[in-house]
């Protein structure tokens, strides 16, 4: 399996890549052998930057974020499960990708990268294939189409005049810490939002699903009823939920440097992103974490408003 890239800030998608939280000799050489080695899969995400890398042993000391749901931050060894993508990976790159464990009892053994995801280089020697932005403060929006909640035809280009505050989930996912979060998030910033009335008729939220088989206009109404409480159809006005259309989800994730990737039992994998767009259509702020608070974005989207 090659890497294939992200960037045009530098962003690579590898193919496979094997962490280490606890090693188990016995997984290790029933792997080697063809066995499959006792214990359920478990996949969580991971986002770091490479250390070191061993070319003779196949792996690279990663430092990497907490992974929510599983492990703290640290700096560790994690083994490539395909070691032939040892040549394209450098110190000082930085990473997301899939970690993938086996859960034998209390045990997570035989810990894997896998779909990793190069996004920013110390070394840009690759040709991407795929090219994936960081959004910037002064970046134009291209005027993307989606469908929301009522099956309505939206595009990113009508809510120009207005203050957006848009991030991407899908209604499926089961981490506290990302969809979940945001979602929460977005749904304190709606309500302080509301309480005043002409900030609220100069600011617009938008959640943009990247799973649109499953994100259907009525699953997105549901999903954002749970969110929204109360008048849902007044706060629909205020608060859209949407995918793509057809052909323009590659195009909307790579501009705002969402990674999506396949997950377990058909759950994506996928990276963060939360971007303020002022009323000129130009990018303000972007978020590419977990961390921001609300009280820091309902700031920037007053200050964006005040603009």
Known sequence: MRIALRAAAGLILVA???????HSSNGAAGAANGATP??????FPIRGKIVSVDAGKGMVMLDH???????????????L??????????????ITAKLLVRKDGDDYEDPLLDEIVVTAQA????????????????DAVPDFKLTNEFGRAIHLGQFKGRVLLLTFVYTRCPLPDYCIRMSRNFAQI?????????????THLLSISFDPKVDTPAVLKSYGETYIGGDAKRAFAHWDFAVPLTGELDALTQFFDVGVTPGDGGLPN??????????????RAWYPTNEWTTDEVLAAMKNAAAA
Do not use: N, W
Request: charge should be positive.
């Open 65 to 79: 974020e907490a992974v929510p749901g599983f492990m703290d931050a640290m700096t560790m060894p994690y083994k």
């Open 81 to 94: 499960k395909d070691a032939s993508v040892v040549s394209e990976l450098h110190p000082g790159d930085r």
């Open 123 to 138: 070394r840009p020697d690759y040709k991407p294939t795929v090219q994936y932005h960081v959004p910037t403060a002064g």
């Open 190 to 202: 709606d309500k302080a939002l509301a309480a005043d009335p002409a900030l609220y008729a100069k």
């Open 270 to 283: 996928h990276t963060l992103s939360t971007a303020l767009i002022g009323k000129d259509g130009r990018v």
């Open 38 to 43: 006792a214990g359920e899969l478990k996949t």
């Open 16 to 22: 496979t890549l094997v962490a280490g939280c606890k």
